[in-house]
């Protein structure tokens, strides 16, 4: 059980150094006020955003993201 939590414990290092490179790679939201309004998707850019960088990069955030959650959970449990 302890080199499990080792492992675990590796991986959440190798995570949380992806999440921040990942976060700090992104651009910032410089649409201002038209995002609100909704003008945003209207335009070619806006419908392939998805399939661009910032849209891959917006997905791996996200599953890095929910892996943080779970191997902090897993890794505060009692069971090791």
């Known amino acids: 059980m302890a080199a ?5 414990a590796i ?4 995570d949380c150094v ?4 990942l976060v700090l790679a992104q651009e910032g939201k410089t649409q201002g ?6 003008f ?5 850019w806006g419908k392939i955003k ?5 849209g891959v990069l917006k997905k791996i955030t996200i599953v890095l993201s929910v892996l943080f959650i779970v ?5 505060n449990m009692t069971v090791f």
């Not at 998805?50 to 910032?54: C, I, T």
């Open 4 to 8: 499990l939590k080792i492992v675990l």
């Open 11 to 14: 991986i959440f290092i190798i």
């Open 18 to 21: 992806a999440l921040v490179t």
């Open 33 to 38: 006020l038209g995002a609100i309004q909704g």
């Open 40 to 44: 945003a998707e209207t335009t070619y």
């Open 50 to 54: 998805g399939r661009s960088k910032e």
């Open 71 to 75: 191997l902090s959970v897993v890794l």
